[in-house]
């Protein structure tokens, strides 16, 4: 038996780090540059689409723009423990 190459990844073997919330070219999060620029594997959605996200703070930050109202409100029960 030879040894198998495990570092390279053909088409089919897409390892996705994060989806993240793409707002006016980028992210919610703050990562640096816009989606060329990101690492491998990192990805994303629109706003729209937020649900799809695996990144944390994109998805709250985009739950937060879409409805402030509702966010802050969720926030605060957090908060208060209800």
Known sequence: MGRQNHSHLGPNDDVTVAIHVLYYG????????VPRDWPEGHKWTTIANAE???????????????????????????????
């Open 26 to 33: 980028h992210s919610l999060c703050a990562l640096p540059g």
């Open 52 to 82: 799809h996200a695996t990144c944390e703070t994109c998805k709250e930050e985009a739950l937060r723009i879409q409805s402030p109202v509702e966010a802050s409100d969720a926030s605060a029960a957090r908060s208060n423990g209800t």
